[in-house]
């Protein structure tokens, strides 16, 4: 495909879509009913969907029987990494192996024009993005996640907690199962808002923003105060009466929902005249800018709270504005101090 077509690509070889990013009109006002219909089918196909089946395929497959899960013990939460850590690999590494390794369509769509395994830096370990960021996500990210998963299926298997039977209530727990994707923006929003703080972004934070140019492994690469932060979505499913079916899709979405927004392509190509959106640019430039987009853009909380970019001239001018009038507070509350 030419993606000139789409975008423009600056002298650096940075590749930017002509459309400025949008958040979705889910929440607008006044709402715009015409608008929203047309959005409905992208809350859920592709990606809400297939977080939602790989779900059901664990609950059929991989989760034991609930006999099992009754006592804790060290072979089936084992089983559960070992099937998540795979799950990741397989599919993170797909991601990777063709855009990044066999770099399948070069840099097509590409935001970044350089290439994290060419980018050596003291920031990593081992000097290597990618090495860093994979070995995160799999020795501290995954096994949180399969932690909180474990906790979850455990006081499920215990009756502890307020579950409720799909059987019983279909209808409520389709709700809420429709709520997932909220539930995940409104929290994420929420931490990542916080993490910004100077304190916890400097000891936190500042590792996933080490990925200033982020690639399908930056996804889960995380300090682990973050990643508890960051899978502590699935606590809700404790507050509100649910099903173990739907906590389970709520860590899926934060799991492997992680990858969208982490791909560094713009599409991916799928044969000569067709490409998947990846929505990845509103936290592309989240991670180019850092005080920008702290959401994805389901919710536009970022738009409420005046830190939306989308990508444009005029949203940089609004950004370095802000910037600006920060940088004024701060010089003139250093220098009444003084
Ligand atoms: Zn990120
Ligand atoms: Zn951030």
Redesign the pocket.
């Known amino acids: 495909m030419d993606d000139l077509k789409y975008g423009t690509r600056n002298k650096r070889g940075d590749w930017a879509p002509t459309e400025p990013a949008a958040t979705a009109p889910l929440f607008t006002f006044p709402p715009q009913p015409l608008k929203l219909l047309r959005w409905l089918p992208h809350y859920f196909l592709p990606f809400n969907v297939l977080w939602a089946a790989s779900a059901v395929a664990w609950w059929l497959w991989v989760i034991p029987d609930v006999e099992t899960m009754r006592s804790l013990a060290w072979g089936w939460v084992l089983w559960l990494y070992a099937v998540n850590a795979l799950a990741i690999f397989v599919f993170f590494g797909a991601v990777e192996l063709r855009l990044y390794v066999l770099r399948a369509q070069g840099n097509r769509f590409k935001y970044n024009g350089k290439w994290p395994s060419e980018q050596p830096s003291d920031v990593f370990w081992f000097r290597s993005q990618n090495l860093d960021n994979a070995l995160r996500g799999f020795l501290i990210g995954i096994p949180i996640w399969t932690l909180f998963e474990v906790m979850m299926l455990w006081a499920y298997a215990n009756g502890i907690g307020p579950w409720v039977a799909l059987a019983d209530h279909p209808w409520y727990l389709a709700m809420v199962a429709l709520l997932v994707p909220v539930i995940h923006e409104a929290h994420f929003f929420c931490i990542?808002r916080l993490?910004?703080t100077p304190f916890l972004?400097k000891w936190v934070?500042s590792i996933?923003?080490n990925s200033v140019n982020p690639s399908p492994w930056s996804s889960l690469s995380m300090h682990p105060v973050e990643h508890l932060a960051y899978f502590a979505t699935i606590f809700y499913h404790f507050l509100i009466p649910s099903n173990p079916l739907i906590a389970l899709y709520q860590l899926h979405t934060a799991g492997f929902g992680a990858i969208p927004g982490h791909i560094g392509f713009d599409k991916m190509e799928i044969g000569e005249n067709r490409a998947l959106d990846s929505h990845a640019y509103i936290h592309y430039l989240?991670?180019k800018f850092?005080e920008v987009n702290?959401g994805d853009g389901l919710i536009p909380l970022d738009k409420w709270f005046g830190t939306f970019h989308d990508g444009s001239k005029d949203g940089e001018a609004r950004m370095n504005a802000r910037f600006q009038a920060k940088k004024a507070r701060l010089n003139a509350k250093n220098g009444s101090a003084a």
């Open positions: 990542h993490i910004h972004y934070h996933h923003h989240h991670h850092f702290y």
